[in-house]
């Protein structure tokens, strides 16, 4: 029996909760042949797929880990054939040196294809790529998509973004020029960092920054 037509493979560059990509082939016996589109999926109360540009990372993952999974079969049948034998091609079960050289090579085969369907890096978008993405839902959409994955991110690596508010000093050195402004410094840090602490260095760079416009006046 042969079974045919289209069906998505390939999932890749995934935000976890918010979405990923596939790519919808053209397959027989569900082995990817033909690539025909990449989409990415948005994930929530409904499932929604907007057609993006062809992605090759998605078409490679999809065609590896069909290769993978042929080597897993394989390997499976011919451990079996080691193990058992096969009466109908006249095949005597093989001893237990070949049998146990055929379970490790199905077992190094099964390893393999688990890193290829749960490996980090098929599976999941760095913020670059995430970004790239967000951009396919339009400037409305996207925007407030990249602001929830902006946010995944720093979750995810542990960033606490503070914001410390620092006055020019006089020669406008602090605040890009102008001086006598008060400018907003965005400051993405690892850890605790107390609000308080921020604005005492940012004091202090303003005091070596006029003694050192002193010291040039003197």
């Not at 797929?49 to 394989?74: D, E």
Request: some cysteine.
């Amino acid at each position: 029996m042969i079974i045919f037509g289209t069906r998505m493979f390939g999932g890749t560059d995934a935000v976890p909760d918010l979405f990923f990509v596939q790519t919808k082939f053209f397959h027989v016996n569900f082995l990817p042949l033909w690539p025909i589109q990449t989409y990415l999926v948005l994930q929530g109360r409904t499932t929604r797929a907007v057609a993006i540009p062809m992605s090759g990372k998605s078409i490679m993952v999809a065609w590896i880990r069909c290769i993978g999974g042929i080597v897993v079969l394989a390997a499976l049948v011919l451990l079996m054939v080691a193990i058992f034998g096969d009466n109908d091609l006249g095949i005597a079960p093989a001893g237990k040196r070949p049998a146990a050289a055929a379970f490790v090579f199905f077992g190094l085969s099964c390893g393999l294809q688990y890193l290829l369907m749960t490996h980090g890096s098929l599976r999941r978008a760095s913020h670059e790529r995430a970004g790239e993405l967000c951009s396919a839902l339009g400037p409305t959409g996207g925007a407030a998509l990249r602001r929830i994955v902006d946010r995944n991110f720093q979750q995810r690596v542990g960033i606490v973004t503070a914001v410390a508010v620092v006055q020019d000093d006089g020669n406008g050195e602090e605040g890009g020029g102008l001086g006598g402004g008060r400018s907003v410094q965005r400051l993405g840090i690892h850890g605790d960092l107390p609000f308080r602490q921020l604005r005492r260095r940012g004091t202090g760079r303003q005091k070596e920054n006029r003694r050192g416009g002193a010291a040039s006046h003197g």
